[in-house]
């Protein structure tokens, strides 16, 4: 296995704990073990209380129910809780997936959720969401000209990143049906659900061979905590990768899954909170945007923290970043982290410090442009 640089990560690595100002998280407003406490009457006594000795493989099972009830056909049974999102993503493709399987996966997307299939030594086809006149634009009849007779598996990330690209449910009951069709599995990354005003489906809900991705990272903004899990009713799947994860962490902090359970208690309330933050944000985007319409393509995310806007500028997109980064301290995401070639940087909506980040960076526009 030779795995290629995760070149999001080794952008964000050299930039994301030293810059001040913080345009491009895709992870929404955080909070400290002491606030989240706070939600729930006499956590803070069980938490010192709570044992450090090793927790069951799969997940501790009052999590594992908490998790299924956001689920309607999946119960503790077909939830796996791993070290954050990326080791479900990892150890998922390892025990689906074979030398010479043919893969179909969105596009652009984080990168683990080809990247892994390709070490793998898996045949990966593209299927692009692109740029319309009014934002992303996806084709379904793309995706069945890209079915092969030995198309293993669907990847799709939905609300997407980095184009907060969301698929409609005619689209997720097309896909399913395609999938179905050809015996295929789907892998739905489902990180940014939740941010909704309504509750969203789940591919797991929806198809017998779906993995659904959850973390407590994205909508909920606790990525500290390394709480993620999938969600199947696929028994086989959820079978092997319980064998997997005896290779790779055996199961999750004791402490973290503890937490993620007083988060989940309150799930409503920390999601409304981060709602209402990516909504307030969005707002002055659009009109940082209508004040700049010739420098940006402003494209509003369908739903999730993050958005994928097009920059009209000559200067390679890193560059760009990279300038601004080191010149005014602010964190943008160049589209090429995405291997993606034309000039699109990812903006994140979901922190409190956002309209401050986005002055430095208005300050910067208008010297340069
Ligand atoms: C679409 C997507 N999936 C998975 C992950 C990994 O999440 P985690 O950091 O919780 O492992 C990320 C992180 O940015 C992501 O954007």
Redesign the pocket.
Known sequence: MRLNDFK?EVFFNKYEFTAPYLLAQ??CESMSIQELLSYEAGAEEQLKQLGLGYTEVPGNPSLRSQIARLYQQVDESGILV????????FNFMHVALEPGDHIICQFP??Q??YEVAKSLGCEVSMWEIKQGENGWELDLDELKSLIQVNTKLIVV?TP??PTGYTLNPAELQAITELARQHNCLIFS?E??QGLEETRPTFFADLYENAVS?G????AYGL?GL???WIATQNQEIYDKMVRFKHYTTICTSGPSEFLAEIALNHGDRILKRNREIIQGNQQIANSFFQRYPGIFTNNVPQSGP?AFHRIHTNQPIEQFCEKLVEETGVLLLPATVYDVEEPYIRMGYGRKSFAECLERFEGYVINRF
């Open positions: 999001l895709s992870d791993h070290v954050g999102a990326q080791e479900a993503i997307i984080y683990s959720l990330n997407n990143n990354d990180v940014y991705l973390v407590m990272s994205k990525a390394r709480v993620g993050v």
